[in-house]
C-alpha cells in the first residue's frame, strides 16, 4: 500500500474547523440525527488528525463525540427496554 500525502487544499484549516464543529454541535441540538452527526464529527477527527492539530479543540471534538455516542446508546438502550 502506498501512502499518498493528502492535498492541502482540500484539508480545511484550524478556524475552519472551529467553526464546522460549532454548527455540527448545533444540528445535534436541533434534531440529534447520529448518522450526520457522526459523519461530520468523523471528518473533522479526520482533518485534525491529518494536519496533526493536537490542543485544547481536538480534546473538545474528541470529548464531546463521546458523549454523543454514550447518549445515543443510552437512548437507544432505554427504547429498546421500554418493549420488554
Known amino acids: 500500500m502506498v501512502f499518498k500525502a493528502p492535498d492541502p487544499s482540500i484539508i480545511r484549516p484550524l478556524a475552519i474547523l472551529e467553526q464546522a464543529f460549532s454548527l455540527v454541535i448545533e444540528k445535534y441540538k436541533s434534531n440529534n440525527d447520529w448518522s450526520y452527526i457522526n ?16 490542543n485544547d479543540f481536538t480534546v473538545l471534538v474528541y470529548e464531546e463525540n463521546a458523549r454523543i455516542a454514550l447518549e445515543m446508546v443510552i437512548t437507544h438502550t432505554k427504547n429498546n427496554l421500554s418493549f420488554i
Open 39 to 54: 459523519s461530520q464529527l468523523k471528518s473533522i477527527r479526520q482533518d485534525l488528525m491529518v494536519q496533526s492539530i493536537r
